[in-house]
């Protein structure tokens, strides 16, 4: 499965980022040279969680620099497992988000007791260990074991780099079967700085009445 996109923001509505950031092109392969090369070593770093940070010092300097190279290529997300990208793993990561609120809520009006949970949908790109992107699409609802009472929010993450591109994350909340299903779809757009669209994507996930996540899905559009 290859998805489109990547950087992280919370998306309540279309939003987007462009950055200018050296770029290989897409027939470069996995090296990476110029004068900001070491810009970019340090804007990587910067990207990077603790963990990964850790793990991407003790790489060698030629892994350093494919993982650099990866993070600026987005054909190492579109082609993961693939070609120059072969060593590239992608991962699919779905659950609920630890949160307090998972208890029964007060002062709302309810035949049943109204939970409030938050699940996500998410997927994940690694080389030599180091995770350099994610994608995630994340519902925050309330439920009361028959129906979903409410969508509180419905976002898009994304992490890492992406060079001279824009992002467009757009959310799409609704129920199905009244309202027993609540579904957070999110379509995400990548475009060159100057406006040509270069990939589309849908990520999203479904659940029910009972607080149980029913199915997740992402798609090339």
Request: glycine share 8%; proline share 3%.
């Amino acid at each position: 499965m290859h998805i489109s996109a990547k950087r992280a923001i919370s998306a309540m509505g279309v939003l987007g980022l462009a950055f200018s950031l050296f770029a290989a092109p897409a027939s470069a392969g996995v090296t990476v040279s110029g004068d900001g090369k070491e810009a970019n070593f340090k804007t990587l770093r910067t990207n990077l969680d603790k963990e990964d940070r850790l793990k991407f010092e003790k790489l060698s300097t030629d892994q350093q620099e494919k993982v650099l190279a990866a993070a600026l290529n987005p054909e190492s997300i579109f082609k993961a497992g693939t070609g120059d990208w072969k060593e590239v793993q992608e991962t699919t990561l779905t659950g609920s988000v630890a949160s307090p609120s998972n208890t029964a809520l007060t002062g709302i009006a309810q035949t049943a007791a109204v939970k409030k949970k938050t699940d996500t949908h998410k997927k994940t790109w690694k080389l030599f260990g180091v995770k350099y992107a994610s994608l995630e699409a994340r519902m925050t609802y309330q439920y009361n074991g028959k129906t979903v009472t409410a969508i509180n929010s419905c976002g898009g993450f994304y992490s890492n780099l992406i060079p001279l591109r824009k992002i467009q994350s757009i959310p799409t909340p609704y129920f199905e079967s009244k309202k027993t299903k609540a579904v957070c779809e999110i379509t995400w757009q990548v475009s060159k700085v100057g406006g040509l669209m270069e990939g589309k994507s849908v990520q999203g996930l479904r659940l029910d009445g009972k607080g149980s996540r029913v199915a997740f899905w992402d798609y090339d559009a």
